[in-house]
């Protein structure tokens, strides 16, 4: 009988009851030893079920003999040995449309937020120093131009908001996309010389491993702020933290790190820098439609009918 190995629990605790009803579920995460699974469940086990972040490590992956999906609640694949699955045959599945809507409010919001200081303005309210200064003043991003690394889905969303703040909106990605929101620029270097902000919105791997480095962010200058939402791994977190300090550009707003959940101290302590814990698609409506989508992959998998959202390896 065919059994679902989770990696980690869900949020809101429903989808994890709708994921144990499909069928018998094991928890990684109370096993006394998540590394070495005992036989009888690493042969039953056909489904893994798991998240962007957590991907599936290719020791747990070998461990699986019967293994037949990966059903991911994220967008995210990069933590997946995605040549080892498809020579094994297995399938994989995302939830893509899910998280669109929230993770482009995110890097908007975070825009806005490192444009006009409001992090910083609340720390000077609460510190008192209200009483004896000025904060000093923040820049508009309307009227802007503002760059997008990635323009798949979550990119193209951003760049259709930010159409009410009447910002010009570029884009670099490897693949082109037809559509008149945003121009196409044809390197990564001439999207940060062109832009004011720059959201950062591509897909992780070994594609895109620090391709925002101390060259990207010179480009971009001592007024650009940066924003990432999509994998830490894409910046490089040292020419970033260095860039910052040095005033190479002008501040970041980060919702993703390289060793998520270690935060360097330096990025802790500085001043032009918003930090969140990778909450961008960490809303109620989203994550319930995430697990929702990624139920009924599992759903049409057992039943054998064809599913949902399958990556196309």
């Known amino acids: ?21 499909l069928a018998p ?29 957590l991907g599936l490590p290719r020791a747990l992956m070998n461990q699986l003999p019967n293994l037949q999906l990966i059903s991911v609640y994220g967008v995210g694949y990069d933590g997946i040995d995605l040549s080892e699955a498809k020579t094994r045959g297995i ?14 409010d995110m ?6 937020a490192g444009s006009r200081r409001l992090v910083e303005g609340d720390h000077f309210v609460r510190a008192g120093h209200w009483l004896d200064r000025k904060l000093g003043t923040g820049f508009d991003i309307r009227g802007k131009r503002v760059g997008i690394f990635g323009y798949g889905r979550i990119g193209r969303k951003i760049a259709q908001i930010l159409q009410a703040f009447d ?3 570029l884009y670099y990605d490897i693949n082109q996309h037809s559509d008149s929101t945003s121009q196409s620029v044809g390197s990564l270097q ?16 070994p594609q895109t491993r620090n391709a925002v480095n101390q060259k990207i962010l010179e480009a971009l200058g001592p007024d650009g702020l940066l924003v990432n939402v999509a994998r830490g791994s894409i910046v490089n977190q040292s020419d970033l933290i260095e ?5 190479t550009i002008g501040g970041a707003c980060l919702d993703v790190f390289e060793d998520e959940p270690n935060v360097p ?42 599913l949902l959202t399958p990556l196309h390896l």
């Open 91 to 104: 399938r994989i599945t995302t939830t893509p449309e899910s998280l669109t809507n929230a993770v482009a």
């Open 107 to 112: 890097a908007v919001a975070l825009a806005l």
């Open 25 to 53: 579920t094991h928890h990684l995460w109370k096993l006394k030893d998540s590394e070495t699974l005992p036989a009888q469940i690493a042969q039953n086990v056909t489904i893994v079920a798991t998240k962007g972040d």
């Open 190 to 205: 001439e999207l940060a010389e062109q832009s004011r902000v720059f959201i950062v919105s591509a897909s992780g791997g």
């Open 243 to 247: 860039a910052l300090e040095n005033g």
């Open 1 to 21: 009988m065919s059994a679902i190995l989770q990696l980690s629990p869900y949020t809101p605790d429903s989808i994890n009851s709708d994921l144990a009803h």
């Open 265 to 306: 101290s330096a990025l802790c302590k500085a001043k032009n820098v918003i930090l969140t814990p990778h909450i961008s698609s960490a809303t109620h409506e989203t994550r319930l439609n995430m697990g929702r989508v990624l139920t009924d992959n599992i759903n049409a998998f057992l039943s054998g009918e064809p």
């Open 167 to 169: 910002c010009t909106t």
